[in-house]
Every structure is written in structure tokens, then in C-alpha cells.
């Protein structure tokens, strides 16, 4: 099989790598790449914003399957002109990925489907959105309807916060994006990343992941994309797991059929662990970076077979293998990340660190002549297994010691959590 995977990020080094370890992968292309996927992959540079130019690229080189990895091209419907193309594509349908592309969208489907979320109102226009923080009072939540790269949301612990929050959103902040805001009711808990396949129909669970979106150890600083991911979060005990399951996934999966629009590909669920039971903090409509990491890492089954039955519609009875072992991944970020990071700054020492418990996905780098150079902010994901998430962890960061970088950083404090858990 012949197949094309659309991405440059740390997630699809870490798709493309699982990909390619099945025994059907006879060719793999990577649009655009990074570095990390130049070794076993060909990079293609191409506009994924122009769906026409993808589907002659993968035309010419007789693709048979795309695998759409980031957000923004399943939200721009890559994915249904890909398949209108003809071609087998895994990754949702615009109106699909709204789920993503729209937070009020999840949030009135939550009402249709009866999906335990955070109470929230839905605003247009900065007085009343102003009336409402003010009648409800901090903490509270403000967030951008649309995609913002992460950086929409507001965790307001002050009226003061709240109300800059808001201001900020309707002065344009967020482009059009902030043109609707949805505030909500601040949820007290530990957060856990579900990840699920649809066919639209079937749901298959996968491992649940925890990640850090704070930029500095102890969960302090602005969020990032994520600083470092564990698998599996010890929060999500199969009881919750399964009440994620039957109250928040499965209701979504089928209000999304009934509504004529099935939803299909990898549905990410952040989830907040209440003391009232699990709640629906948002839905991603792809895997998590870098919680994609590391379930790769602990996927013992065929991905490719995974992804394709997703496309195809045949989840019915499949269930993927993990092993039992953890994995952690800590990210190498750029300086200045995630507000200035610096690019070109060079890496020495991330070659030659791979092995069966250890991974070194690439994010943002490339290769120019025989140098890896940093290219954005998020750089490397040293992603590493180990039988808890402590040996996971004591490997990732003897591999990440190993890595001569003076440019780059990262948090030092990666699955503290389960680690304190697991010394008990
Ligand atoms: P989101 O982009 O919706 O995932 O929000 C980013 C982060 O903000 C989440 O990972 C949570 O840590 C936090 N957050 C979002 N909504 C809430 C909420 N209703 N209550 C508490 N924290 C939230
Ligand atoms: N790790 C968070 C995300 O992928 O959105």
C-alpha cells in the first residue's frame, strides 16, 4: 500500500513511524515532513491548503490512503475532497470536524446528546459577555469559538482576568476566531486525554494519555501545545473509563450519525475527572501532540491496519493491542517558546538514541547537509517505555541528557503526577 501522510509535527513523525513498521507499507510520503521523517520517508513540499494540488500529488504517485494528522486541514475538509477524489482517506468530514473547529458546536451537541460539560453561555458581542462573567464571577472560563492554536482559552482566576479575557477576544486577538465566545463554568479536577476511533458508527477505545500544557515545571506558565505526555493517566480507571465511554463518546458518536453528519477518524477527548464524575472539557478531532507519541509507542498491533479500518468503516469487533508497559515523552522546545521561539539553532546528539524503549520523535526540525537544525518551537519529543511511568520517565530524560541543544529547553517534571502515585 501506498500512503501519504499529511503533517510536519512530532504526532505525525510518530504516525509515520508506526505506519511504516507495517508489513504492507510499501511506500510512504510525508507532506510536508520534518526532519525526524526525512530518515525513512519522502518528504514532499506542497501547499495542504490547496486540496487540489494534494489529490494530483497523490494521483501521480499512486497514494491508496491519506492520513490526515493536525487539526487545521480536516477543519478546512481536506478529507471530503480527498475522498470525493476517490481516494481512502483516514480523518473526519468538515462538518464533522466542527467538533474541533467550533466550540459551540460541541457544546450544543452536548445538550442534544445529553453529554455531562461544563454550563456556559454563548456570546456575540462583548456587553453582554461582560454581564455574564460579571453575574457568575471568577474562576471562569473564556474561550474563542474557533481555532485559536491552543492559545483561545482562558482560565480566569479573577473577575480582573475574566474580563481582560473577554475584552481581548472581541478586540480581535484571536482574528475571526474571537468573533464568538463561549464562557463557562470553571471545572475542579485532574484532566485526562481520551482518544477514541469511529467509523460513525463503531467506537474504539484507546489508552488514555495525560499531558502538560503549561509551559514551566510544576504546571505553572502559559499554555503550550503540551510539554511532555504519559500513557496511561492512572486517573482513568477502567470504571471512569468506561463512563467516558458510555455517557460522553458513545452519545457523541451517535448524535453525530443521527445529525447526517458521522464522525470519522481519531476523536480526542479532554476530559476533567470531577467529583461529580467525568465532564467534557472540548473534542479534537485528530490525535493529541504529543499524546500521539506515545501511544504509538505502546501500539503493539498493526497501525496501518488500525487507521485503514477506521476509513474504511470496519471497526466493528477490531480492537487494537497496547502493551502493558507505560511511555512518556518530554518535549525539547526552542527558547523563547511558546511566545518567541528562535529557529535554526543547531542539535548535536539526537541521532543514534532510538532503540526499542526509546524514540526521539522530531517536531520541528530540519536537516541541511549533515546538521539537524531547530525549526519552531516545539523541536523533539524523547519519547521512551519503561514498566511504570517512573522507569518511562528515567529513560526519557537520560536520553534527553544525551542531547547537546543550548537553544532548547524542557520541563524537567513530565508524568509527576503518576509518579507520585506510584511511589505511594
Ligand atoms: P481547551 O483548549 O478547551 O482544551 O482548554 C485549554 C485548557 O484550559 C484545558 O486543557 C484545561 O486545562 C483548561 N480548561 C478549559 N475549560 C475548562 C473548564 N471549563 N474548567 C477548568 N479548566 C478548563
Ligand atoms: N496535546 C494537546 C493537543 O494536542 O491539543
Not at 1 to 6: C, E, N
Amino acid at each position: 500500500m501506498r500512503i501519504l501522510v499529511i503533517g510536519s509535527g512530532g504526532r505525525e513523525h510518530a504516525l509515520a513511524w508506526a505506519i511504516a513498521r507495517s508489513e504492507r507499507c510499501d511506500k510512504l510520503f510525508v507532506m510536508p515532513g520534518n526532519g525526524g521523517t526525512a530518515a525513512f520517508a519522502e518528504n514532499v513540499i506542497c501547499d495542504i491548503t490547496d486540496h487540489q494540488a494534494v489529490i494530483d500529488f497523490a494521483r501521480r504517485k499512486a497514494v491508496d490512503f491519506v492520513v490526515i494528522g493536525p487539526d487545521a486541514p480536516a477543519v478546512a475538509g481536506l478529507g471530503d475532497d480527498v475522498r470525493a477524489a476517490g481516494l481512502l482517506c483516514f480523518g473526519p468530514s468538515r462538518a464533522a470536524a466542527q467538533l474541533e473547529g467550533s466550540k459551540a458546536f460541541t457544546k450544543a451537541l452536548c445538550d442534544e446528546a445529553g453529554v455531562p460539560t461544563a454550563a456556559y453561555g454563548r456570546f456575540e458581542a462583548e456587553v453582554p459577555a461582560l454581564a455574564f462573567v460579571r453575574e457568575r464571577g471568577a474562576p471562569i472560563v473564556i474561550k474563542a469559538d474557533g481555532l485559536a492554536a491552543g492559545k483561545g482559552v482562558t482560565v480566569a482566576m479573577t473577575l480582573a482576568e475574566a474580563e481582560d479575557a473577554v475584552r481581548d477576544c472581541f478586540s480581535g486577538a484571536f482574528g475571526a476566531s474571537g468573533s464568538r465566545v463561549v464562557i463557562e463554568e470553571y471545572l475542579e479536577g485532574e484532566e485526562a486525554s481520551i482518544f477514541a476511533l469511529s467509523d460513525g458508527e463503531n467506537v474504539v477505545m484507546l489508552p488514555s494519555a495525560q499531558d502538560h500544557k503549561r509551559v514551566w515545571d510544576g504546571d505553572r506558565g502559559p499554555n503550550t501545545g503540551g510539554m511532555g505526555a504519559y500513557s496511561p493517566a492512572p486517573v482513568m480507571t477502567p470504571e471512569l473509563t468506561a463512563r467516558v465511554e458510555n455517557e460522553i463518546i458513545g452519545p457523541s458518536i451517535r448524535r453525530m450519525a443521527e445529525r447526517g453528519t458521522p464522525f470519522t477518524g481519531v476523536l480526542y477527548a479532554g476530559i476533567m475527572v470531577t467529583s461529580s464524575g467525568p465532564k467534557l472539557i472540548e473534542y479534537n478531532v485528530r490525535f493529541g501532540d504529543p499524546e500521539c507519541q506515545v501511544l504509538m509507542l505502546r501500539l503493539k498491533s498493526d497501525a496501518l491496519e488500525m487507521l485503514e479500518r477506521t476509513a474504511r468503516g470496519q471497526l466493528a469487533g477490531y480492537r487494537p493491542e497496547f502493551g502493558d508497559d507505560a511511555a512518556l515523552t518530554v518535549v525539547l522546545a526552542t527558547r523563547g517558546y511558546p511566545v518567541d521561539p528562535g529557529r535554526g539553532s543547531e542539535i548535536v546528539g539526537a541521532d543514534g538514541l532510538d532503540g526499542p524503549d526509546l524514540m526521539v520523535f522530531h517536531a520541528g526540525t530540519m536537516r541541511v547537509g549533515g546538521r539537524l537544525l531547530a525549526n519552531g518551537g516545539r523541536v523533539l519529543n524523547v519519547t521512551a517505555l519503561g514498566a511504570t511511568v517512573t522507569e518511562a520517565q528515567a529513560r526519557a530524560y537520560a536520553a534527553v541528557d544525551r542531547i547537546d541543544w543550548p537553544e532548547g529547553f524542557c520541563r524537567r517534571d513530565i508524568g509527576w503526577r503518576a509518579v507520585e502515585r506510584e511511589r505511594g
